[in-house]
């Protein structure tokens, strides 16, 4: 069953599409991937789900309702995590949630059981009547995650939920993904970090200049280049290395290097062995290699074939 299906939508600034006859069914039980660089239109098209801007052209249908026809039905049954903290400062952690879930219809102590379910849910049970002002970045961005679900909706929609949070706060958001989706909440999810959506994902669109270039799951979204390998090479450290020296050898396609991971990940041509050469290029920028294995092509490759641009660096 579908949960959420896009018809033709489109919204326009002027004569500008922000987002372009975009059709995209998203089924019960998936946690679907939603890719795309800077200005792809993933916020524009996930505001016009929670209703927070007008439709230009198109339809949302939520379980196969209307939303624009059924707007307390989508309400109740969406929970939207914005990529803007929406949080009260000077409101506790417990009125924050219940302050959310009252808006998304919640009453009484149905209201009350479920704000102290949300709060227990991601781990913030402890700090019911603290203030999210003496929150680190993490706890905050969690608060936001228990405001969206206390209503328990059929379908969660977490833009970018672990920007810029320290790694216990990040592991525990993606678990709690995944818990959610364990209990029945079908889940979409922006991130602009590849390895979360090849982690977590089943299904993945790929946005560009608000359409869907790409569709699929993580392997078929691979095999779309099957004329192109990939060459991962670990190096004690990448920092600072020039990739256009690598980039100008023939039958290279792209470089990336993954500062954190201490990483190069280099697309070729499928036909040529060019690693000799590669290597050389490696050595003679000074970068110590660690070691090298020959890959399928990540998802980022997949991307940036399709798009031209990095998804993290966009
Ligand atoms: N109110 C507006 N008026 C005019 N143009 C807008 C408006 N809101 C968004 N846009 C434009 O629409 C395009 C899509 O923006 P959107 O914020 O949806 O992209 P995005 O994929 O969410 O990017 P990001 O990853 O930066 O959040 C961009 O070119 C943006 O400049």
């Known amino acids: 069953m579908n949960v959420l299906q896009l018809k033709k939508l489109t919204k326009k600034y002027g004569e500008f599409a922000a987002v372009d006859q975009l059709t995209l069914a998203v089924q019960e039980g998936e946690i679907f991937g939603l890719l795309g660089a800077n200005g792809a239109g993933k916020s524009t098209t996930i505001n016009m789900i929670a209703s927070l801007i007008p439709i230009t052209k198109g339809e949302i249908e939520l379980l196969g309702k209307n939303i624009a026809k059924n707007g307390k039905f989508a309400k109740s049954n969406i929970g939207i995590v914005p990529q803007e903290l929406a949080i009260y400062e000077d409101m506790t952690a417990y009125e924050n949630v219940r302050f959310f879930a009252g808006l998304y219809g919640l009453r009484g102590p149905e209201l009350k059981r479920r704000a102290e379910e949300a709060l227990a849910f991601t781990g913030l049970s402890d700090k019911h009547r603290s203030y999210p002002r003496d929150f680190s970045g993490g706890m905050k961005r969690r608060l936001n995650i228990a405001c969206a679900i206390a209503h328990r909706p059929k379908l969660i929609i977490m833009d970018e939920p672990t920007v810029g949070i320290d790694p216990h706060s990040r592991n525990y ?3 709690s993904v995944r818990k959610l989706n364990e209990m029945g909440s079908t889940i979409i999810y922006t991130s602009h970090y590849m390895e979360e959506v090849e982690e977590l994902c089943t299904r993945i669109a790929i946005l560009d200049h608000g359409k869907v270039i790409a569709e699929g799951t993580k392997a078929q979204l691979k095999s779309i280049i099957t004329d192109q390998k990939e060459i991962r090479i670990d190096v004690r450290s990448a920092t600072g290395l020039d990739t256009r020296k690598l980039s100008e050898i023939a039958g290279v396609r792209t470089v990336t290097v993954n500062d954190e991971q201490n990483s190069v990940s280099i697309s070729t041509d499928a036909e040529v062995n060019i690693l000799n050469r590669i290597i050389q290029g490696l050595m003679a920028a000074d970068i110590e290699i660690r070691s ?13 074939t399709l798009t031209g641009r990095s998804l993290r660096d966009s």
């Open 292 to 304: 090298v294995e020959e890959s399928q092509p990540s998802l980022e490759t997949v991307f940036l």
């Open 173 to 175: 958001i993606l678990n």
